[in-house]
């Protein structure tokens, strides 16, 4: 069997570089940039978490891809380890971020916080306790 090399999530927007610039400036992604076709349309875009990207996709009827902005129901969402998740709870906030969730203690070990981004994703940002 050939080995896993990685894995690269890929998220749905309406608005992908408003979603690349919040998730860059709240959450503190890096910027991977958006790509645009002949007509000058966002079609593409990335942020990168630690030393992997997040793909950000455009909605696609025909492949049957949506934002969560414009459904009433989530899959599932991303869990990120941060090295102080009171800190990033505090910019996220600050930046405007829906938070669902205040950093709390977890029984499996970790403390951690949700929130949303601006079409709904769920995220969740964590710090392994000691």
Do not use: C
Request: charged content about 25%; overall charge negative; aromatic content about 8%.
């Amino acid at each position: 069997m050939p080995t896993i090399q990685s894995v690269i999530p890929l998220l749905v927007y309406e608005d992908i570089e408003r979603a690349h610039d919040f998730l860059v400036d709240a959450f503190g992604f890096g910027a991977g940039g958006v790509e645009r076709d002949g007509d000058g349309q966002v079609v593409h875009g990335e942020v990168v978490a630690g030393s992997g990207p997040i793909w950000l996709h455009r909605v696609t009827p025909e492949h049957e891809l949506a934002s969560p902005h414009s459904m009433n129901a989530q899959t599932g969402g991303l869990v990120v380890r941060v090295d102080d998740v009171d800190a990033h709870f505090a910019h996220a906030r600050a930046a405007g971020a829906h938070i669902d969730r205040e950093p709390t203690d977890q029984p499996y070990g970790q403390r951690e916080y949700g929130v949303r981004d601006p079409e709904g994703h769920r995220w969740w940002f964590a710090t392994p306790l000691k």
